[in-house]
T-cell receptor, first 116, second 113 residues
């Protein structure tokens, strides 16, 4: 089983609908992240969380919200989806703090979201 | 604001040859980590190599090595003996002291048989 699991893998939704992307992890990491990938733009940070009570906005948080339901779960919501939110979305986790041995981000398989 | 710049949107290399992907970053921090990730068509993000900023020695993982120039804020990835399986999108990333991880826009690498 994957250490970081995203559901769904693919989703098509209509403009104006509310949609939630879910992420769960078994790595025991405190840090969790949501990124959006678009061609030519790389991965852009939407939100990140360092524990259940600590949520931070990234570069492109407008139109998105998140919930850290538990250490292992971090969900991303689009309250009213619009076509320019069509993208590949990644959840990632990392171990903190910075001076630990494993500092890299571990990624889920990605969710391909299409808003029509 | 910290940024990561990959100036080569696409590159091609002949199989078995060596290729270098460039990455520069902007930071005022002295302690941080740098990474190269590979994203094949499966879209999975795979860590290729990591470099701690406080280490002067360049990291190496088999055919992959980096040239880390801290003063120049440069972090290039060298792939030796390129193989068809190396074809992918490569992302450079920077981890700040506050654990925020920033990515570049990526370089698509083509391997020519």
């Amino acid at each position: 089983d994957a250490d970081v699991t995203q559901t769904p893998r693919n989703r098509i939704t209509k403009t104006g609908k509310r949609i939630m992307l879910e992420c769960s992890q078994t790595k025991g990491h405190d840090r969790m992240y949501w990124y959006r990938q678009d061609p030519g733009l790389g991965l852009r940070l939407i939100y990140y969380s360092f524990d259940v009570k600590d949520i931070n906005k990234g570069e492109i948080s407008d139109g998105y919200s998140v919930s850290r339901q538990a250490q292992a779960k971090f969900s991303l919501s689009l309250e009213s989806a619009i076509p320019n939110q069509t993208a590949l979305y990644f959840c990632a986790t990392s171990e903190g703090p910075l001076d630990r041995a494993n500092t890299e981000a571990f990624f889920g398989q990605g969710t391909r979201l299409t808003v029509v | 604001a910290q940024t990561v710049t990959q100036s080569q949107p696409e590159m091609s290399v002949q199989e078995a040859e060596t290729v270098t992907l460039s990455c520069t970053y902007d930071t005022s921090e002295s302690d941080y980590y740098l990474f190269w990730y590979k994203q094949p068509p499966s879209r999975q993000m795979i860590l290729v190599i990591r470099q701690e900023a406080y280490k002067q020695q360049n990291a190496t993982e088999n055919r992959f090595s980096v040239n880390f120039q801290k003063a120049a804020k440069s972090f290039s990835l060298k792939i030796s003996d390129s193989q068809l399986g190396d074809a992918a999108m490569y992302f450079c990333a920077y981890r700040r002291r506050d654990d925020k991880i920033i990515f570049g826009k990526g370089t698509r690498l083509h391997i020519l048989p």
